[in-house]
């Protein structure tokens, strides 16, 4: 099994739903475009991929979203080092129909007061259903490391609440820490490092709202 040596995820930059939230009203989810401000945060993301990258190969799997899209080729990355492939479980939580305003923030209330992790938007997904298919990909991807050529980099091109669900399965957080978490910034990045140990370590942690509160014994 050829491991590789860091698995690096990052949210997507700045998109126009994260400046203004009205456009879900006019606009599928999957099809919103970064801001201006969106594509600097990914270039300046790419200066520092690129420089820890460096000549090695990369395998990238990015979501089938616009936003994602658009962050990934403003990453500059070099597609001569770059095996590239669309990944639809990585894609954003559904979060249903969002064209009716008063639903939605009352659906976000409901959310916010039942747990991000349990709560399942109507005609949309839970946190939990996006922990599942992440999984699946998971496993996948795991299998592709049986390749010996497999590049020592992987890059996801993601979102925020996949990239906490990401780390949760691949850590074995429990859903308490899970609960506890912030979404990374738009353009930010963390990475899995293989350690001398032959286990992964996260770079850096997600930022805490809130101290986990765990059921029982395995807090």
Not at 13 to 22: C, F, H, L, P
Not at 136 to 157: C, I, K, Q, T
Not at 164 to 174: A, D, G, N, S
Not at 195 to 203: E, I, N, V, W
Request: with cysteine.
């Amino acid at each position: 099994m050829s491991r590789p040596r860091r698995i690096v995820l990052i949210r997507h930059g700045e998109s126009v739903g994260n400046v203004d939230d009205t456009v879900y009203e006019r606009e599928p989810d999957h099809a919103l475009s970064l801001t201006e401000t969106g594509r600097k945060q990914a270039q300046e993301a790419g200066v520092q991929l690129r420089d820890l990258f460096g000549d090695e190969q990369v395998s990238a799997y990015v979501s089938p979203y616009r936003r994602t899209h658009q962050t990934f080729h403003a990453l500059g990355l070099d597609p001569s080092r770059v095996r590239v492939r669309e990944e639809p479980r990585l894609r954003e939580q559904d979060w249903g129909n969002w064209q009716d305003p008063a639903e939605v923030r009352k659906q976000k209330a409901y959310r916010d007061a039942y747990g991000h992790f349990f709560y399942r938007f109507a005609q949309g997904e839970s946190g939990a259903d996006v922990y599942d298919r992440v999984g699946a990909f998971l496993e996948s991807l795991w299998r592709s490391f049986d390749d010996p050529g497999h590049p020592p980099n992987v890059l996801l091109v993601t979102h925020g609440l996949t990239m906490r669900l990401f780390c949760m399965r691949w850590l074995h957080w429990t859903v308490a820490e899970f609960e506890c978490l912030s979404n990374p910034g738009n353009g930010e990045t963390r990475a899995l490092v293989l350690g001398t140990d032959g286990r992964y370590h996260l770079d850096r942690p997600f930022e805490r709202w809130c101290t986990p509160e765990p059921y029982g014994f395995t807090g």
